[in-house]
Structures are given as structure tokens and as C-alpha cells.
């Protein structure tokens, strides 16, 4: 994907499309995280759009379309305070996590 120039972390809202040509292969990735062969393999020809609404600067929201196969494509709330949650995904099943923003010193650790 390639972002705007006037886009930075602290404003991320827009509509954004993957070019497969400039991005890397995905099924190592996946395959770490035990995601079958098949499926590797659907995930990578899929197109995938990515929508960000960012309510606030703590905040952001994105709706993952995916067009092939049966996925469904998945919709992520975060909310940047280092608190955990949890989100059900159609291709992961529960994912827990959580977020903050970070300084590039402690990005780079």
C-alpha cells in the first residue's frame, strides 16, 4: 500500500488497496501463524482494500475487506491506551492485543 504524503500515523483515515506488486509474499507470515496452505494461498490472490475511519487521535477503526473465496474480511477497534482486548476475526478467530502510540526511539528497541 502507499499512503499520501499528508498522511501520518496521527491521521491514518482514508481507503487504501494493496498493490501486490510492491508488496512481499504473505505465506511465510501466515504459515507462522498456522494458517493452512489453501488458505495461504486464497489470502494472497484475494485484493484487499483497507477503510480507516479514525474517530480521534486515540482511536482507529479499519474495516478489511477481502475479495475471494469465503473470507469475509474482518473489522479492528482500537483504542490507543495500552489496555488489552480482544477481537473476534473471521480468519484468525480471537485476536487480543493492545495498542499506544510510541516515540521512535522506543519504536526502534
Known amino acids: ?10 491521521s491514518l483515515f482514508g481507503t487504501y488497496t494493496r498493490q501486490k506488486s ?9 504459515a507462522l501463524h498456522g ?6 494461498k486464497a489470502a494472497t490472490a484475494a485484493s484487499v482494500h483497507l477503510t480507516i475511519p479514525q474517530p480521534s487521535s ?18 479492528e477497534d482500537y483504542t490507543l491506551d495500552w489496555e488489552w482486548g480482544s ?5 484468525f478467530g480471537t485476536v ?8 521512535v526511539d522506543e519504536g526502534r528497541k
Open 1 to 10: 500500500m502507499v499512503a499520501l504524503s499528508n498522511i501520518d500515523l496521527h
Open 22 to 30: 510492491c508488496s512481499d509474499d504473505l505465506n511465510k507470515v501466515l
Open 35 to 40: 494458517v493452512n496452505m489453501l488458505a495461504c
Open 58 to 75: 486515540n482511536e482507529i477503526k479499519m474495516a478489511q475487506p477481502i475479495t475471494a473465496g469465503k473470507f469475509s474480511g474482518t473489522n
Open 87 to 91: 477481537n473476534e476475526d473471521s480468519f
Open 96 to 103: 487480543e492485543g493492545r495498542s499506544r502510540w510510541v516515540g
